[in-house]
């Protein structure tokens, strides 16, 4: 039986906001983190990891230090993984519902993202998360998995996707 559920799609197409009304249905039952872009004078200039929990730290910015880069962006690892790597360890051990917004270029820079996400698979747990589009060997893994459900969004099924997946859901 399918099990975790994956929202894919192009960039800037609302990934974030359906993770975001699932989460807030879920409360105290989910447990992870989700994106946020970083807004200067209306220019994107980063993003920043939010926990369920409240808890922020830079995902990636135009102005930091780092020797990882996607476009224009460096990647604070060490941010990231101070702030999403505890709440996906706690919401592992303490939730049924993990979410995790995105599973993604910049994430993937953190070797010790992708061995929780492995665990999270392997878990009971059920995985509720954003997936790149894009080809990667890491992710191209997890979408050819037995135990996922692979949902795009777009501009047609955007507004009533969070009810699909809670619907989903129960079948899990």
Do not use: Q, W
């Amino acid at each position: 039986m399918k099990k975790h559920i994956l929202l894919t799609g192009k960039p800037g197409i609302g990934k974030t906001s359906v993770i975001k009304k699932i989460a807030l249905k879920l409360s105290s039952d989910a447990g992870g983190f989700f994106t946020e872009e970083i807004r200067i004078m209306g220019r994107r200039m980063g993003f920043r990891v939010v926990t369920l929990d409240g808890e922020e730290g830079i995902l990636a910015h135009v102005d930091c230090n780092s020797n990882y880069k996607v476009g224009k962006y460096r990647v604070d690892v060490d941010s990231f993984n101070r702030v999403a790597i505890p709440a996906l360890e706690k919401a592992l051990k303490e939730k049924s519902i993990i979410i995790v917004d995105e599973i993604g270029k910049m994430e993937l820079f953190s070797d010790k993202f992708k061995e929780l996400i492995n665990n999270i698979l392997d878990s009971g747990k059920l995985l509720i998360c954003v997936i790149m589009e894009n080809r990667d060997v890491f992710t191209d893994r997890i979408k050819k998995r037995n135990d996922v459900n692979i949902l795009t969004v777009d501009y047609n099924n955007r507004e009533g996707l969070d009810e699909k997946v809670t619907g989903l859901m129960k079948g899990c």
